[in-house]
Nanobody, 112 residues
């Protein structure tokens, strides 16, 4: 079973930045970052395909950047100009997600 460990979350003021990391126990070709805010469904935020193509939700386009380091089996999410509505628990997973491999996530809170 693939293991996913997210880190890098925290409390940041509006307009601030954070970089999330996700260590994957084995190589997965297409990866994504997801987030879930209280009372909301989990949503896909960004993807990184096996061809190096990236996609973003409209709500984060231009502010978030997904990248990966295959040598380290790590996927990153650079988040800039954070907004209060970005507050959520952030997860990484394959795309489409591996149902039994969700990690604990990392909490991002954007507040002044």
């Amino acid at each position: 079973q693939v293991q996913l460990v997210e880190s890098g979350g925290g409390l940041v003021q509006p307009g601030g930045s954070l970089t999330l990391s996700c260590v994957v126990s084995e190589r997965i070709f297409s990866m994504g970052w997801f987030r879930q805010a209280p009372g909301n469904q989990r949503e896909l935020v960004a993807t990184f395909s096996s061809r190096g193509t990236t996609t973003y939700a409209d709500s984060v386009k231009g502010r978030f950047t997904i990248s990966r380091d295959n040598a380290k089996n790590t996927v990153y999410l650079q988040m800039n100009n954070l907004k209060p509505e970005d507050t959520a628990l952030y997860y990484c997973n394959a795309v489409p997600p591996l149902v039994h491999s969700w990690g604990r996530g990392t909490q991002v809170t954007v507040s002044s």
